[in-house]
């Protein structure tokens, strides 16, 4: 099982992901700079979180033109498992992987933070070593998560079940007092119609080790390397 | 050389958090007649071209694909040079 991190200029995240798959789980990883284009090796790819680019123009507006990125288009629609984390989501709305777009937070703020996540769904590759229904706890920091999409986009999320993750309070309500950015429906993760790309602003990657106070990020990364197993190594 | 000028505003209906905070602080600081600010980009592009109808093809299909997110965004290009 190979797992490729990749690296734009401007990501920050990048050793974090590598670092919690390669030394905390365990798995061959390897860096992906954004000028390579062979991705056959891979099993799964991490788009990190940072500030790609500076996030000139628009987060992730100039990322999705990078050379890897038509690679990571055509890993994902051969059913690769790729996972955008923050900057990493930012980049595969605008690569239009995922519908939707990123506005400014509500606040105007850049908010850091630990908040809790309702588990939408406890059966696609990402989630299924949760239960639907289940509440974590991973830590968020962006000052563009206020997910935005036309109510058109918004009702085939809902009638599809591709809402992964929302806003919610310690146990569970959904609510706009728990959403920290504004995000339509409380939306913190969704996913492709195929289920095997999925877009989330908070960092599972920064909650993996319970040196860092939580460990819930590694249902995330655990249910990833579970569904690759099922699936056979290449 | 042509040179055009491309005004990108956030599409109607989208919230503009910047735009309000901005409208709040005229109110502080007066304006209370100020009834709505939204907040756009203006962008110059210079071209090395003279065919003004092939720069205006190019131009809008930068803004389509690149300067401007069609989900959140309306683009506008105007040319204001032409030599």
């Known amino acids: ?234 | 050389m042509i040179k055009a000028n491309i005004y990108v505003t956030l599409k109607e209906g989208v919230l503009d958090p910047q735009g309000d905070a901005v409208k709040k602080s005229l109110h502080v600081l007066g304006n209370r007649d100020v009834e709505e600010v939204r907040i756009g980009k203006f962008i110059e592009v210079w071209l090395q071209s003279s065919d003004e109808e092939k720069a205006r093809q190019e131009l809008e299909e930068m803004s389509d694909k690149l300067l401007a997110n069609p989900v959140i965004e309306d683009f506008r290009v105007e040319i204001v040079e032409v030599g």
């Open chain 1, 1 to 234: 099982m190979r797992w490729g991190v990749v690296v734009f200029p401007g990501s920050n995240c990048d050793a974090d992901c590598y670092h919690v798959i390669k030394n905390v789980m365990g798995q061959e990883t390897d860096y992906i700079w954004h000028q390579d284009s062979d991705l056959s090796r891979f099993d799964a790819i991490i788009l990190p979180g940072g500030f790609s680019y500076g996030d000139y123009l628009r987060t992730g507006a100039i990322a999705r033109f990078s050379p890897v990125m038509s690679s990571v288009i055509d890993f994902a629609e051969k059913g690769g498992l790729v996972i955008g984390i923050c900057n990493g989501f930012q980049i595969l709305l605008e690569a239009g992987l995922l519908p939707g777009a990123m506005l400014r937070n509500k606040s105007l703020k850049f908010i850091c933070d630990s908040v809790y996540l309702k588990v939408k769904r406890g059966d696609t590759p990402f989630t299924n070593r949760m239960r639907e229904g289940q509440v974590i706890k991973i830590p968020i920091a962006h000052g563009e998560g206020n997910y935005y999409c036309d109510q058109e986009t918004l009702l085939r999320l809902k009638q599809e079940k591709r809402i992964v993750f929302s806003y919610c309070s310690q146990q569970g309500v959904e609510s706009t007092a728990f959403n920290p950015n504004g995000s339509v429906e409380n939306i913190a993760g969704i996913i492709n119609e195929k289920g095997n790309v999925l877009g989330m602003m908070p960092h599972p990657e920064r909650c993996s080790e319970s040196v860092l106070g939580g460990t819930d990020g590694r249902y995330i990364f655990d249910s990833m390397l579970e569904w690759l197993k099922e699936m056979g190594e290449k």
